[in-house]
């Protein structure tokens, strides 16, 4: 009994780091939190599945499910939360949209590209997180506070 008893704080360890978390994302919550901590220069606009789509080189077969909100041509400013079975492949093509979109705005508007040198992609479970702002340490705060279990 006593070898089982070094087992212990282990497990209490694991019980305690795997609690407090939500078992998913919902879109329109995190969405929401986003919106209301006031992180972007302006205001988002919420594109359909066909301009998402389009803007991450996905398509319908690549989620189950796709919020992207986005500012005008004028900042960097978005956040996408896509619901995907491959979360590998759909932060491969986020890289390489953010990447085509520096090499745009390099040329278009230079003074916008710093909020694409440190973009927040976080991947939880089933979700993979874009979010492009320049206040990234809040919306890093936002983001984790959502993920904690009310």
């Known amino acids: 009994m006593k070898k089982y ?25 995190l969405s929401q ?23 991450y ?10 919020t992207a909100v986005v500012g005008t041509a004028s900042t960097c400013d978005e956040f996408a939360i896509i619901k995907t079975g491959n979360t590998d492949s759909v932060v ?30 976080e991947v939880y479970n089933d979700a993979v997180v874009l979010i492009v702002t320049a206040n990234t340490d809040t919306a890093t705060k936002v983001y984790q506070e959502y993920l904690k279990k009310e």
């Not at 939190?33 to 803007?55: G, H, I, S, V, Y």
Request: charged share 35%; proline share 3%; glycine share 2%.
């Open 92 to 121: 491969n093509d986020i890289n390489e949209y953010l990447e085509l979109k520096r090499e745009q705005y390099e040329k278009y508007r230079p003074d916008e590209t710093y909020k694409l040198d440190a973009p927040i992609i």
């Open 33 to 55: 939190a986003l919106l209301d901590a006031d992180l972007f220069c302006e205001q988002l606009t919420l594109l359909d599945n066909d301009n998402a789509e389009k803007r």
């Open 57 to 66: 080189s996905l398509n319908s077969k690549d989620y189950s499910e796709l």
């Open 5 to 29: 008893l070094k087992f212990i704080p282990l497990l209490v360890i694991l019980v305690l780091t795997g609690c407090g978390k939500r078992d998913e994302i919902v879109s329109s919550e």
